[in-house]
């Protein structure tokens, strides 16, 4: 059974930072892509960030780029985001992602999987 476990999720101030943790099982990690959404209140989910299946390649939503990192470890099946500067427009439920291609950061059709979500607060 495949489970992406997120955590790190929580509240925070304006300007700090907080690190997200997807944690995988049930499948071989490292022939996955992971990318990571987030949706807001009354908003559709969006993507955020990508990471090839050796995290050499990592792509970014313009909303994020420049604050947001995205890194993987497959020695521990484990998918980070390091969220920085945090906003109050970044409040959201977090979720990772799962998927055989970069064509994720694109087409959410193209997430094979996908975690439950972790909350993340941003007060002003």
């Known amino acids: 059974q495949v489970q992406l476990l997120e955590s790190g999720g929580g509240l925070v101030q304006a300007g700090y930072s907080l690190r997200l943790s997807c944690e995988v099982s049930?499948?071989?990690?490292?022939?996955?892509?992971m990318g990571w959404f987030r949706q807001a209140p009354g908003k559709e989910r969006e993507f955020l960030a990508a990471s090839s299946w050796t995290g050499a390649v990592t792509y970014y939503s313009d909303s994020v780029k420049g604050r947001f990192f995205i890194s993987r470890d497959n020695g521990k099946n484990t998918v980070y985001l390091q969220m920085d500067n945090l906003r109050s427009g970044d409040t959201a439920v977090y979720t990772c992602?799962?998927?055989?291609?970069?064509?994720?950061?694109?087409?959410?059709?193209?997430?094979?999987?996908w975690g439950e979500g972790t909350r993340v607060t941003v007060s002003s």
């Open positions: 049930g499948l071989t990690f490292s022939d996955f892509v």
């Open positions: 992602a799962a998927g055989r291609s970069l064509a994720l950061r694109t087409s959410q059709a193209d997430v094979e999987y």
